[in-house]
């Protein structure tokens, strides 16, 4: 019985971690792996391998603009209209392929150094754009 506690618990930190990676390249994976962690026994190997397979889809637009939107959520309270314009104004360049996904990230990086948030920092989306 702790075993499946511990194999949850372990699914859920790898799951935050990767959630909004996921997203970015499937709602179809994010959906089916948000459904599963819902389960009262759950399988790490399942849920690292459904990561696996988000992780080598090709970058999808559509999929990264939603995944951004939703980042973007943890800072429309706090950032000001500049920071506000800032990140719209990328998100629109990207979605019209004037810049890579990786300079709106970087953006949110620097919306993280203003308005921290260990959440969004563990963020595999976010840490693993260089």
Request: glycine share 2%; no cysteine.
């Amino acid at each position: 019985m702790e075993g499946h506690k511990v194999q949850k618990r372990e699914s859920q930190s790898l799951w935050s971690q990767n959630k909004y990676l996921v997203l970015s390249k499937s709602q179809r994976l994010y959906l089916e792996i948000r459904e599963y962690l819902k389960n009262d026994h759950v399988d790490l190997a399942y849920v690292q391998k459904k990561i696996e397979i988000a992780e080598k889809l090709p970058e999808n637009k559509k999929q990264s603009v939603n995944a951004l939107l939703h980042i973007w959520g943890y800072f429309k309270k706090q950032a000001n209209q500049q920071e506000k314009n800032g990140f719209f104004s990328r998100l629109d360049a990207y979605q019209q392929a004037k810049i890579e996904q990786n300079d709106v990230i970087e953006y949110i990086k620097y919306l993280l150094e203003r308005y921290p948030n260990s959440y969004l920092q563990a963020s595999t989306l976010i840490n693993e754009n260089k």
